[in-house]
């Protein structure tokens, strides 16, 4: 089938390598443009990227889509039967969603209508839900509303973190979009109920407010570890919390206490693993050592 891929993370990769394995002619892959990166701020390719490229594909990246009449033209141009969508990072306008002979199909990492939006992992393990899943959906013009194809549900471990699940979900995304195209099985609306949404992510959402229950403070350790990680303000310093537990513990919150562990709204929050600015991560016993937390350690000035 003669198909274009859109996508940019490593969430993507192996849908692509899947299609491409496969056999399926890929005339195009759009992915976002290249970063500053590292040290040295480098123009630095995204994954898919750099895939494409081992596979010898060729690569388009506009920086927009919206309002480019050429970039909707040259798309048409390909002549597409489908094109497969994964966590691409630009919304596809209408001429675009239309061109390909079957329609634009999405990888999304959530079983729909749960989890609409750019973050379900993360949102999934943060809310405690017991599964999640990957939902292969043809797309319209709405967010994550399209009808969908093909679902695949996974339960979450206990302990998981976005990283391990982020990796079960997208070989789960790369096997379901060869069934997808294969199959054709037929489109289902989505229910009316049980929608949910899933906010894009930013460095500043990982403050952690021991304000909060413990259990909640774990489930966003997990939820935001890679990224954008966790972490609080001790001694003018940034510390990354790269893994925690709830422990027993009752004082007012931010007391720092044996363990070590943080009093928390509810209970208290084990710090296991931790990482100091431009330093390696180590057990927290270890990093504190040689930097003692304060008694107390601040809550934000607004809660999270």
């Not at 970063?35 to 490229?53: D, I, M, N, S, Y």
């Not at 002979?101 to 839900?129: E, K």
């Amino acid at each position: 089938m003669r198909l274009a891929f859109m996508g940019s993370p490593d969430f993507a990769v192996p849908a692509l390598a899947a299609l491409h394995a496969a056999g399926h002619e890929i005339a195009a892959v759009y992915c976002q443009p290249p970063k500053p990166a590292g040290r040295g701020q480098r123009e630095t390719p995204c994954p898919v990227h750099r895939a494409a490229l081992g596979l010898g594909l060729p690569v388009r990246t506009p920086a927009r889509l919206k309002h480019e009449a050429a970039e909707h033209a040259a798309f048409a141009a390909l002549g597409l039967e489908a094109a497969v969508v994964a966590a691409y990072g630009l919304i596809l306008p209408k001429p675009m969603l239309e061109a390909p002979r079957l329609g634009c199909l999405n990888i999304h990492a959530s079983l729909l209508p749960r989890w609409r939006g750019a973050a379900p992992i993360q949102a999934a393990i943060l809310a405690g839900d017991a599964e999640t899943g990957v939902s292969i959906m043809r797309m319209e013009e709405g967010l994550d509303t399209g009808p969908v194809l093909l679902a695949e549900a996974t339960p979450i471990a206990p302990r998981e973190t976005a990283g391990s699940l982020h990796d079960r979900l997208a070989a789960i995304g790369a096997r379901l979009i060869l069934r997808a195209l294969a199959e054709s099985p037929p489109a289902v609306p989505q229910p009316a109920e049980g929608v949910t949404y899933a906010p894009k992510l930013a460095k500043a959402d990982g403050l952690l407010d021991w304000r909060q229950p413990a259990l909640l403070l774990d489930r966003k350790v997990r939820a935001l570890n890679p990224w954008p990680g966790t972490f609080f303000a001790a001694r003018g310093e940034s510390i990354r919390v790269l893994e925690a537990e709830p422990a027993p513990g009752a004082a007012p919150p931010g007391t720092v206490l044996e363990g070590p562990a943080i009093a928390c709204g509810e209970g208290a929050l084990r710090l296991i693993r931790l990482q100091r600015p431009g330093r390696a991560p180590l057990p927290a016993e270890a990093v504190l050592r040689g930097f003692p937390l304060p008694p107390v350690l601040p809550c934000p000035a607004t809660p999270c």
